[in-house]
């Protein structure tokens, strides 16, 4: 799932916003957290190739050198609810469990978008 700012200000609609020069990702550490790492990038790379978008993009985007991506430093799942609220990123990969805790916990701060 994405997490994007509640009224989603980027309007991101779904993966191929990702691309978009505008918006900022957030998504784990990939030397620290690297099990949900690997997870979101198997993801993002796996819609990307249904969606006949360019799979080599997506897969620069989350790549550590990536100046639009945002990686996280220690824990992930306090880590990415901040980062939206400050506006340091636009937009977060997160299991889809965790999309809807932060928007439980934070329904006035975050939305959910489904990531196709």
Do not use: C
């Not at 990702?18 to 790379?45: C, G, H, M």
């Not at 006949?52 to 990686?71: G, P, R």
């Not at 939206?84 to 006035?108: G, K, Q, T």
């Amino acid at each position: 799932m994405l997490l994007v700012k509640k009224g989603n200000p980027k309007a991101i609609q779904g993966i191929a916003d990702l691309l978009r020069e505008d918006v900022r990702l957030t998504i784990s550490n990939l030397d620290t957290e690297t099990a949900s790492y690997n997870i979101y990038k198997q993801a993002l790379l796996e819609v990307a190739a249904e969606k006949e978008l360019d799979v080599t993009t997506f897969s620069n985007l989350i790549d550590k050198d990536s100046t639009q991506t945002i990686f996280g430093e220690t824990i992930p799942h306090r880590e990415v609810p901040q980062a939206i609220f400050e506006n340091s990123a636009d937009v977060a990969i997160v299991y889809y469990h965790l999309a809807l805790r932060y928007s439980r916990i934070f329904p006035d701060d975050v939305e959910i978008v489904n990531i196709e």
